[in-house]
């Protein structure tokens, strides 16, 4: 599947939002930027690479966000830059380098308020991936062989800082669905449904359709014009939902253990 979208993936800690990112990446045949993004904001900006890491998706005071975003308002290429505390300067080549890297085409970016960096391409898809406590015990416990106690200690931690660093540098909420196209619980959903359900949902949003609501079921709410509604209805098993305006409605999407991938695949066809 060839996209033309850039996918941008919060997640919370445990939820296997980079592994997804990483399967989904190779479905699509893009790249996909986790650590790589900080070592070519290193690479770009001439500042040492262990002050991305050290800094990295860490909260800083609402102070120093107010400097930041002020100074990036202006630009940085003045003197003001050479002056600035190291935390600004490691923020704002971090923002640059993920508007250069999506400038360059499709590809997937994780964390590091890549969504609110790029709120201005048209062709970004935000996700969130969200899971059960203990379903992210279970697996921080697995892959760093800790204990069920040091795993929530770690994913509580690391929660607050993602959240903290989200809230400070976005004007958006971390984790609430509001600020995304899209959440996904993984715990449910798994990995390589995650990676399904994005597949399907990016074929839909590169037809110029738009979701109602997120939906972390089999069901999917999907709003389309009514013209649109007639002429799917005589081939498929759609459920209409609620009138969303004059010309467009809400349908209710469904599928079933018994429904195969080809079934799928035909109905974004010919959606």
């Known amino acids: 599947m060839k996209t033309n979208t850039i996918i941008t993936i919060g997640r919370q800690y445990g939820s296997a939002g980079r592994q997804i990112g990483r399967v989904l990446a190779e479905e699509l045949g893009i790249k996909c930027y986790d650590k790589e993004l900080l070592e070519r904001a290193a690479k770009e900006s001439g500042l040492c690479e262990e002050l991305f890491e050290n800094h990295d998706e860490k909260p800083t005071n609402s102070f120093l966000y107010s400097l930041v975003m002020d100074t990036y308002s202006f630009g940085y290429t003045s003197s003001a830059f050479s002056d600035m505390p190291i935390n600004q300067k490691v923020f704002l080549a971090q923002f640059e380098t993920i508007k250069k890297i999506a400038a360059e085409g499709p590809c997937i970016m994780i964390g590091r308020c890549a969504d609110y960096a790029l709120a201005d391409f048209d062709n970004c898809f935000s996700v969130f991936f969200h899971a059960d406590l203990q379903t992210r015990i279970r697996r921080i416990a697995k892959i760093y062989d800790l204990t069920d106690a040091k795993a929530i200690d770690r ?30 619980d993984s715990g449910k ?56 305006d004059e010309t467009h409605s809400v349908i209710r999407l469904c599928t079933s253990w018994a429904t195969k991938e080809e079934n799928v695949k035909a109905f974004l066809q010919d959606m």
């Open 155 to 184: 994913i509580i931690k690391t929660d607050k800082k993602r959240s903290s660093y989200y809230n400070y540098y976005t004007s958006k909420r971390w984790g609430d669905a509001d600020s995304y196209d899209l959440c996904i």
């Open 189 to 244: 959903m798994g990995v390589d449904g995650s990676v399904e359900l994005m597949l399907n949902a990016i074929q839909l949003k590169e037809k110029g359709y738009k979701f109602f609501m997120d939906s972390d079921t089999n069901q999917q709410f999907i709003i389309v014009k009514d013209t649109k509604l007639q002429e799917i209805r005589q081939k498929y098993g759609v459920t209409y939902q609620q009138r969303y």
